[in-house]
Nanobody, 115 residues
């Protein structure tokens, strides 16, 4: 059974930084494509950053140059370094395995950016 737990969210001022973490069990970061999604109130969940099955990274246009996805194989942990944060980055952030069905989701971690 896949289990994902996100952490690292919080309240920061615009321009600040946060580092999100996602610990996983039941899957291997070496074998699975992993990614970060976010969902703001009254909006659809959107893909923010991801590793594909070949290890290449992809980012949403809105976060390119500000966010960096990384992973620690030994700890089976996925990270999202978020810099130069903007109020529009405010959302619940989730990690997931992109090539697992049904797609697993953790409880998420709330990121709130004040202007």
């Amino acid at each position: 059974q896949v289990r994902l737990v996100e952490s690292g969210g919080g309240l920061v001022q615009a321009g600040g930084s946060l580092r999100l973490s996602c610990t996983a069990s039941g899957i291997s970061f070496r074998l699975n494509a992993m990614g970060w999604y976010r969902q703001a109130p009254w909006k659809e969940r959107e893909l923010v950053a991801a590793f594909d099955s070949h290890g290449a990274t992809n980012y949403a246009d809105s976060v390119t140059g500000r966010f960096t996805i990384s992973r620690d194989y030994a700890q089976n942990t996925l990270y999202l370094q978020m810099n130069s944060l903007k109020p529009e980055d405010t959302a619940m952030y989730y990690c997931t395995a992109l090539d697992v069905r049904p797609r697993p989701w953790g409880p998420g971690t709330q990121v709130t950016i004040s202007s």
